[in-house]
């Protein structure tokens, strides 16, 4: 005899929850520079953000969605260019911005995959 089982109740997503993740995000890119660990971080608010957009708007057709996305992309590529260089400090645009971004050095958060 087959038993059936309840299931994980499936978080559900709401433009309320988008715009508090995308207020930390913004508070967390304005102080990249006070911490390399902030990249990290910045880097994985991105990411949700993105998700989570992407879960509202599977089309991808709305702003919103398209501008995570970039964003997302923009912290990722800056991590890496400020990981890539022991000083000075790299310029990126991220969230419409151009950003002066001081050098880290290699961190763990820019790591290809490689090890």
């Not at 559900?12 to 995308?22: K, Y």
């Not at 930390?24 to 390399?36: M, T």
């Not at 910045?42 to 998700?51: G, V």
Request: aromatic content about 6%.
């Amino acid at each position: 005899m087959m038993a059936a089982g309840e299931r994980h109740a499936t978080p559900t997503v709401d433009q309320q929850a988008i715009e508090r993740l995308a207020a930390e995000f913004e508070e967390r890119i304005q102080n990249l520079n006070s911490s390399p660990a902030n990249f990290g971080m910045a880097l994985n608010e991105a990411l949700l953000q993105m998700q989570m957009n992407q879960a509202l708007n599977p089309r991808g057709n709305r702003f919103a969605t398209w501008d995570s996305t970039v964003r997302a992309m923009q912290v990722g590529s800056a991590a890496f260019a400020a990981a890539s260089v022991t000083e000075g400090s790299i310029e990126a645009r991220i969230a419409h911005e151009v950003r002066s971004i001081e050098a880290t050095g290699p961190q763990f958060y820019a790591n290809g995959g490689t090890g």
